[in-house]
């Protein structure tokens, strides 16, 4: 980031390609969609790089960089909020890459031409999960799992106190114990569907 | 069980086990914390299974949930359009630059402007000086013949104390 902030250009490059897939993994799991996810990436990059000026090497650079995206994120959410209320339409079940509780459902219960893998039926449970909690106990959880971000970290990205973090996180990871221990216990989804217990399929302990 | 709605973060408060076995799976417990949850988890099997339930829901959203990689053409993209954002800085400090020479241009200008101004005014007052103090002088020019027969100007002073003088006199006092 250094080099970034003196002006060489490669090195900006070297960034986008080291953080990419680590930023486009938080954020698409947090807006539920691959393309707006990308959107958003490119603007942190973007964001990042009009910044680089003001950048301070004390600074951990994922710290400062998901604090980005959060904003980021945090505005597009209140834009599409907006956008809601002013009645535009909302995006069609194709846009998102997320699978809708029906498709999943469908998808489980042997109708779609196809069958899910176990291990792709596994994968829709927990994004089906994921998309269940609210938006800062995603984040929080994105953060702590994907990212191994200790509290005080994920309290600078979010502009919460540790206290607080705490709390999201252990109320986010019991939410999420409850909505998928049913599934890893007794082939139970999420949405109430009965399916192949986990210990039939994929391993999941 | 979760009915497909999104849980709102304002949920009821987590049992305080619960966010002390969190704490402890993330490693964020002090050592005497965690020795109190090691005593726990050492005699109680409801609290072995609570931490089990909590780690195995949290390596399987490790393990499960997909991460998709880049495309080639974001990272081109990102890189292109950091590109134009260095063109477009480039640019506007140019602009600024321009910008900020014409300032000076400017500047100098009206100082130059400024100066003659004050010049010219400074001028013309100092041209005019002469006829300033010889309309001053008037009174006095005019009764300079009156004043040549006073001896002192202590017995002038004297004449003006006691109001002889008119008010010719007393301006030119």
Redesign the interface.
């Known amino acids: 980031m250094l080099q970034v902030r003196d002006g060489n250009?490669t090195a900006?490059?070297e960034l986008?390609?080291r953080y990419?897939?680590r930023l486009?993994?938080v954020l698409?799991?947090l807006v539920g969609n691959?393309e707006t996810a990308?959107d958003l990436?490119?603007e942190v990059?973007?964001r990042v790089?009009?910044a680089r000026h003001t950048y301070e090497p004390g600074a951990r650079f994922a710290t400062w960089l998901f604090t980005i995206a959060n904003n980021a994120a945090s505005n597009a959410r209140r834009s599409k909020s907006r956008r809601k209320e002013v009645g535009a339409p909302a995006p069609a079940p194709n846009e998102t890459s997320a699978l809708s509780?029906d498709q999943i459902a469908l998808a489980s219960s042997g109708a779609m031409p196809t069958r899910v893998a176990d291990?792709s039926e596994?994968?829709d449970?927990?994004?089906q999960?994921?998309?269940?909690?609210?938006?800062?106990?995603k984040m929080a959880?994105l953060l702590?799992?994907?990212e191994g971000m200790?509290?005080q970290d994920i309290a600078t990205t979010m502009q919460l106190s540790i206290p607080a973090v705490?709390?999201?996180?252990?109320?986010a990871?019991?939410?999420?114990?409850?909505?998928?221990?049913?599934y890893?216990e007794h082939g139970q989804r999420?949405?109430?569907n009965l399916t192949v217990p986990a210990d039939e399929g994929?391993d999941?302990? | 069980m979760n009915d497909g709605n999104p849980i709102t973060e304002t949920d009821d408060p987590v049992d305080p086990l619960d966010e002390l076995l969190v704490a402890y799976l993330d490693g964020e417990l002090s050592p005497t914390e965690a020795e109190g949850v090691e005593r726990k988890l050492a005699t109680s099997e409801e609290v072995r299974r609570r931490l089990h339930q909590l780690e195995s829901s949290a390596e399987m959203l490790v393990s499960y949930l997909p991460r998709a990689a880049p495309t080639q053409a974001f990272t081109q993209l990102t890189v292109t359009l950091a590109a134009q954002v260095a063109e477009q800085e480039l640019t506007q400090e140019l602009k600024q630059e321009q910008l900020r020479r014409g300032g000076w241009w400017l500047g100098g200008a009206l100082l130059a402007a400024g100066s003659l101004g004050i010049g010219y005014y400074a001028t013309w007052n100092y041209l005019q000086a002469p006829n300033e103090q010889l309309k001053r002088d008037l009174p006095v020019i005019r009764h300079f013949d009156e004043y040549r027969t006073a001896d002192s100007v202590e017995f002038l002073r004297k004449l003006h104390a006691e109001g002889l003088f008119g008010e010719e006199i007393e301006d030119a006092l």
């Not at chain 1, 705490?166 to 109320?171: A, E, G, N, Q, Y």
């Not at chain 1, 990871?173 to 049913?182: A, G, S, W």
């Open positions: 250009a900006f490059e986008v390609l990419q897939a486009l993994a698409e799991h691959r990308e990436a490119q990059f973007l790089f009009r509780l291990k596994a994968a449970v927990v994004r999960a994921m998309e269940s909690l609210g938006e800062r106990q959880l702590s799992r994907f200790s509290y705490k709390s999201l996180l252990s109320r990871r019991v939410n999420l114990r409850d909505l998928l221990t049913p890893m999420p949405d109430g994929a999941l302990s």
